[in-house]
């Protein structure tokens, strides 16, 4: 696994290289991580994303068991070069247009160590995280509306 994703020079060089494309290994299977995947897939990106779910054939054959890569966020260049975890935010970051200076800011030997810190503290209670969520399917239900407009009785 490759070093922390710090930029070089040029617009789409990473540590090792130019990036062509990065591929997020995400956990499909936590609300939190859908909705990063969903937040990511929106921004404006120097480079190409493509999303691949940790417990999908694909990724299980391209980089092994569900169970381990649902363990951490997961994110792989064309040239197999890979970055797990506070790393992995980092280099999403580094992808976008929006927040690429903050993830060269980030990916300062000074600062990883707080992206790590920050990133470890997220990713450690994501099970609480995912219970303060309500999934985005169950928003426009008609339970979770009246949910929120309250008993008949109390509308005029």
Request: proline residues 8%; charged residues 20%.
């Amino acid at each position: 696994m490759s070093g922390p994703p710090t930029t070089a020079t040029g617009p789409s060089t990473l540590v090792g290289g130019p990036v062509a494309a990065l591929t997020v290994v995400y956990d499909e299977t936590c609300e939190f991580c859908r909705r990063c995947r969903s937040w990511l897939q929106d921004q404006p990106t120097r480079v190409p994303l493509h999303f691949l779910a940790a417990g999908s054939t694909e990724a299980q054959q391209r980089y092994g068991p569900a169970e381990k890569l649902r363990g951490d966020l997961m994110v792989v260049a064309q040239d197999g070069r890979a970055w797990i975890g506070s790393s992995a935010f980092v280099a999403t970051l580094w992808a976008t247009e929006r927040y690429h200076r903050v993830a060269e800011q980030l990916s300062q030997p000074g600062r990883l160590p707080w992206a790590r810190v920050a990133f470890d503290a997220v990713s450690h209670n994501r099970s609480l995280i995912n219970a303060l969520l309500i999934p985005k399917a169950d928003l426009t239900s008609p339970e979770r509306l009246a949910c929120d407009i309250g008993p008949p009785e109390l509308q005029r």
